[in-house]
């Protein structure tokens, strides 16, 4: 028998990928770039067993059996298999759950395939890229499957051999910069990022424009700039990525739309603190979804908290409300309040933020105390 443990964070992309040229495979049609978010806060968990006695291969997440035959998770576990150093055709199980809500709309199937795909591949020994692998299971995941600044590129090959991810610099590069996810309270049952990409692909003419004449320029300037620690230019091109996203989107037909009231509540208020400081001191970035993710250097929490307080109070006590890193004191300035020029939200429009930072990938766990499966074959979970 043999168990391995990990943890894989969720990533969040300042060049979007949105549009695959092959269903199926998953190749996408521009090159995108993320953070690898810290594991303290966001993770999935897995823990992968084989045993000469399991009959058949099984997965539970966050508690419940699921379907194994899913055909992403197949693809993943066929190619993982064809990889193996070693000759173990034992079935497998796997056990995964999430330290986050499901529901919060946060990318947890990123997190969930790098992190499935990491521990398959210490299982079967597998030492060169598996980031094709986990791209195979979602898009996004090959982003998670390392730390700190990540690109995945394209590749054009139509096997997709080339459509690998690679770490632009590590987390220590750029040890100053923090990330602030703005959890919007929301009932609208959204379009999934799969869906919602097939359509815009399809059907927006603007997104040939995106393709073409916007991102391979986008991409070089925001690979400098993380290079450079060049924050303006980070965060005007991560701003306009996701506008630009969000654009294409709008542009299909029917239209896709992710962003709520709230979102666009904050779009304007990012705006209107930048513009009231005088510098491009916050970047907004939103997924398929109406959440906000912000980034922001570390030096500047202290003072937008102060004013996010403000403008968007809080519903519920700040023990629950605030999730993740401890804050510094928060800076409360009248002065800076009456500058920004936006108006005050009702409490309660955000249902909580989670303050994190820039992670080093995922993390194999040693201790036995740490696997979600027993060797009584059941998950412990
Ligand atoms: C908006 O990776 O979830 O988060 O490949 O179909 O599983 P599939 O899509 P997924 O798409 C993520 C889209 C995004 C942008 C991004 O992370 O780059």
Redesign the pocket.
Known sequence: MCTVTCIASINI?VI???GKRDEVL?LPVND?I?ATLDTDHLHAKTTVMTSSTFKEDRIWLNGKEEEIKNPRLQNCLTQIRKRARNSNQWKVHICSENNFPTAAGL?S??AGYACLVVALAKLYQIEDDITSIARSG????CRSVMGGFVKWCMGSESNGADSIAKQIVPASHWPEMRILILVVNDTKKKIS??IGMKRTIETSDLMQHRIKHVLPNRIKIIEQAIIEKDFKTFAEHTIKDSNQMHAVCLDAYPPVVYMNDVSHTIINFVHAYNEAVNEVKVAYTF??GPNATLYLLEESVPEFMGVLDHFFPPGINLEQYRKGLTFKEVINSQELFNKINTTRQAPGSLKYIIYTKVGNGPKYLEDPNDHLLNKEENHII
Request: charged share 10%; proline share 0%.
């Open positions: 992309a979007k990928y949105w998953i995108s993320s990318a199937s990123a979602s898009g996004s995941a990022s799969s997924d398929a």
